[in-house]
């Protein structure tokens, strides 16, 4: 089902959710018969105070070298610390081995293909593991990550699995449609299903994601070949309009747009998702009036709070643009902050 929102006409689906779901109430979706149910709990082994951390340093699929950095500059950042602080029995994972970026000039339309299989290819084995040790934080990494993810808690899980893509672009573009070639820019679309076969492959043979069980939220740029397939997803709500909706009725829409029935949702930050000027540590500033940390952390806060979501991943943070480890701090306050509520169990927002 095609739902493309924007400012203009998101008044009639959030009164229908609103009026289904009941007033302030987070966890909207359809039982298997595709009757709408409230309250519904996906919990398939998830521990509850169990918080497994994962990092997954690849740049293999960014624009430049970096990001591979960010899972050790986070923990370094008292990740760790705050999670046990909050209450949370931590499983540390610690990382997968390291991915790094390289130009492959020789492929200009999908760099660095063969690394980034590579990559994928063991952190969506490594999700295997750490989704049935309890509720999963991912470090990336370049978005490339998300796509594995997805994969891996899906076979964990026996379950169709569901995305809620927070990011300023779309990452639908494929080899054939890409203006720089790098994975990272595709990395919804190999999610997908659609792209560098290499790539693909290495994610099992099926698409880790259904288009309908696809929710992106707060883009703020496209590129033309990114239309076609953005029509395809459940949902796709711009930053523009998830800002005048509010962040918590934002946060019910994507995960009424997961048309994963009542089954499990990973929800993907793109920091990029932040208004530059509140986190200038990443290699792209995408243009266009961005969601701020502030709302940025209270979406993420209310998505993570369903039961229904297994995993939270964060990507594209860099610290070689964070001297100071500011912006470290930020994330750390973000994730901690997500984490902690969903720690306080099923809730009215």
């Known amino acids: 089902m095609e739902r493309l ?21 987070l966890d909207v979706h359809r039982d298997r018969a595709g009757r709408r149910r409230k309250g519904g709990v996906y919990t398939a082994g998830v521990a509850r105070h169990k918080v497994a951390v994962l990092g997954v340093p690849t740049a ?21 610390f705050r999670l046990k602080a909050d209450g949370a029995t931590v499983v540390n994972l610690s ?12 492929h200009p339309r999908a760099r660095n293909a063969e690394v980034v299989a590579c990559a994928l290819r063991a952190t969506a084995d490594e999700m295997t593991r750490a989704l049935p040790e309890g509720f999963t934080v991912v470090l990336g990494g370049d978005c490339t990550l998300s796509a594995a993810v997805a994969a891996g808690a899906g076979r964990a899980l026996g379950e169709a699995v569901g995305v809620v893509y927070v990011d300023a672009n779309a990452d639908l573009n494929t080899p054939e449609t890409s203006p720089s070639g790098y994975l990272d820019g595709m990395a919804l679309a190999l999610a997908l299903g659609r792209g560098a076969e290499t790539v693909v492959a290495a994610l099992g043979p099926a698409p880790a994601v259904q288009p309908g069980h696809v929710a992106l939220v707060g883009f703020r740029e496209l590129d033309p070949g990114e239309r076609g397939a953005l029509g395809e997803l459940g949902l796709a709500l711009p930053a523009s309009a998830a800002r005048k909706l509010g962040m918590r009725v934002t946060a019910a829409l994507a995960l009424d747009g997961v048309e994963n029935g009542d089954g499990p949702v990973v929800v ?15 290699q792209v500033s995408t243009p266009g009036p961005a969601l701020s940390l502030a709302e940025v952390s209270d979406l993420v806060t209310a998505l993570v709070a369903s039961p229904r979501v297994v995993a939270f991943e964060v990507a594209e943070y860099d610290p070689q643009r964070d001297p100071d480890r500011s912006n470290a701090g930020k994330l750390v306050d973000l994730i901690a902050r997500a984490v902690a509520r969903r720690l306080r169990g099923p809730h009215q927002l």
């Open 268 to 282: 993907h930050l793109d920091v990029d998702a932040i208004d530059p000027s509140e986190m200038p540590a990443k």
């Open 5 to 25: 929102l924007g400012v203009e006409d998101h008044h009639q689906q959030v009164e229908r959710v609103l009026g289904e779901r009941g007033e302030g109430q």
């Open 60 to 80: 293999a699929g960014a624009r430049g070298p970096g990001v591979e950095r960010a899972p050790f500059a986070l923990r370094e950042a008292g990740l760790l």
């Open 95 to 106: 990382d997968l081995s390291l991915f790094p970026h390289r130009e492959d000039a020789a």
